[in-house]
């Protein structure tokens, strides 16, 4: 299994990033997936989800109406559109798939991508 974060860098506030995700080694489609973010001192929290179809997509109130969660199928790939980028949005950006089964779920996570705000 791999999930693979890329996209991340350095980039002035206001600006826009695209992260992006690829996957290999699981039934993608039947994984729920999410971003997590890490910002030095704090602990990870979620930023965005998606359902397995992409149906459904939930948000961190800090990034509602600035990110975008979308996710393709075909590609086995989930990304994150994020525009007027902040200087709190600075942290390390993961990937995470999880799936429900009986008994409990399976769960994955990328490496993460940092990204850095500032001017």
């Known amino acids: 299994v791999q999930l693979v974060e890329s996209g991340g860098g350095l980039v002035q506030p206001e600006g826009s990033l695209r992260l992006s995700c690829a996957t290999s080694?699981?039934?993608?489609?039947?994984?729920?997936m999410k971003w997590y973010r890490q910002a030095p001192g704090k602990e990870r929290e979620v930023v965005a989800a998606?359902?397995?179809?992409?149906?459904?997509?939930n948000y961190a109130d800090s990034v509602k109406g600035r990110f975008t969660i979308s996710r393709d199928n075909a590609k086995s790939m989930v990304y994150l559109q994020m525009n007027s980028l902040k200087s709190e949005d600075t942290a390390v950006y993961f990937c995470?798939?999880?799936?429900?089964?009986?008994?409990?779920?399976?769960?994955?996570w990328g490496q993460g991508t940092q990204v850095t705000v500032s001017s």
């Open positions: 998606i359902s397995s179809g992409g149906g459904s997509t």
């Open positions: 995470y798939a999880r799936r429900i089964i009986f008994g409990g779920s399976l769960e994955y």
């Open positions: 080694g699981f039934t993608f489609s039947s994984y729920d």
